[in-house]
DNA sequence: GACTCCGTCAATCAAGCGTTTTAATCTCAC
DNA sequence: GTGAGATTAAAACGCTTGATTGACGGAGTC
């Protein structure tokens, strides 16, 4: 039974909530601000989503949906695709969701301040989006470290570690980079190289690491 | 004219904000719950700090001067050490600091708040801290990179950043990464394996792109 | 047209925040 | 001891926050 209105100051308040949150976090955000830009009353939020928290917690299930249904764990690609290209669209796509402008990058923003300041809605956030990713990045460096490392190795996983956290760096660092190298862009294009750059680094790594085990 | 008590709720204030404000950040923590931990009245902070900020603000320059002697930006190592002692000197004390037990965490963890919530503090530590940090560590990737790539070269700023990125993934993550792998565990011992893997990984990676590079 | 339900609004509440004021307490030279 | 300055303590101020209230209006039903 619901009514236009309903889903239009809904929806425009879910809009206004994924851009305040994803910019100031769960705690600092206030609902003054979110219902102001969504041009809505500030009882608005206790009416649809009961009250601040809810409102949050429903925007996540929303990012989820978004997020998973745009970059799916396995990307577009096949799995038997090259780990190479594999290893590229995870690192492309990781970028994307991060960096991206407009609604494109509620998602990752959103997901990367839940991280910073976590709040009970991490559970859900790690079993549903982030396990599934962490297999699929371990299931890559497995595959290119190519000396029988299996995805569940204690190797497989710190390479991992070691790929997402150059991904991670660029969007959690923005502050500091722009003051280091005012020059630096993070434009859709630029995003781009940005992704060749981490994807032939972890590349190189793998195999080495791969060619440097034999060797002990 | 300073009194022993005085210097003592002054420390003791310093001390809990030092817990604090690394824990929550600055917009988060309360003047309450640092002023409860130290044992001292809300007043106190106004008389010796004139107002959250002036506290904030003291911590974090003892932060640096604390930082800077633990872990000068040489690291105990000479200039013309090989590139790969210097490489896994910067990341094992990179990590230290970062994820060290007790007080020692405090500037790491700190500056980490910092990032995530950036106050205008933050350009006195880019200035000071991060600058130099940076450069180093440019430094050697460059050297490490062998191709005549300069540590003005955007090549060695990209893998620069890699590495840091690395670095501080496991501190910013490890909500995730506990739930994630329950019994990876970040005790002092166990961060210089995590280096090693580092280190190891980095260096792979850096001397393939060298390879890589003159093939182009 | 009267009634009802749904959505919105301005106004308000209680709680928590940083900050300030005021008074009490302590220390130490004299 | 005493007085002056330094330090602490208690209370309250003003403000912002999330949450709530009760009234208002419009759409649908009979």
New binding site residues.
């Given amino acids: 039974?619901?009514?236009v209105?309903?889903?239009?100051?809904?929806s425009?308040l879910m809009e206004a909530a994924g851009r305040v949150f994803s910019e100031k976090g769960f705690?600092?955000?206030?609902?003054?601000?979110?219902?102001r830009l969504a041009?809505?009353?500030?009882?608005?939020?206790?009416?649809?989503f009961?009250?601040?928290?809810?409102?949050y917690k429903a925007l996540l299930d929303e990012a989820f949906e978004l997020g998973l249904k745009r970059y799916p764990p396995a990307m577009g690609l096949a799995d038997d695709a090259p780990a190479e290209k594999r290893l590229f669209a995870f690192v492309h796509s990781f970028l994307l969701r991060m960096l991206g402008d407009g609604r494109d990058a509620w998602c990752g923003k959103l997901m990367a301040m839940e991280l910073n300041e976590p709040t009970p809605a991490l559970d859900h956030l790690v079993e549903r989006y982030i396990t599934p990713m962490s297999r699929r990045l371990r299931r890559i460096a497995a595959d290119l470290l190519a000396d029988g490392t299996k995805p569940d190795d204690d190797r497989a996983f710190l390479c991992a570690m070691s790929i997402a956290g150059q991904c991670q760096h660029i969007f959690r660092n923005r502050a500091v980079i722009d003051k280091l190298s005012p020059d630096f862009k993070t434009d859709v294009e630029d995003v781009e190289s940005l992704a060749r750059h981490i994807a032939e680094f972890s590349l190189c790594a793998l195999r080495g690491m791969s060619h440097a085990k034999r060797g002990y």
């Fill in positions: 039974m619901e009514r209105d309903t889903r239009d100051t809904k425009r705690k600092t955000a206030t609902v003054r601000d979110i219902c041009g809505a009353n500030v009882a608005a939020v206790h009416y649809h009961g009250d601040k928290a809810g409102l």
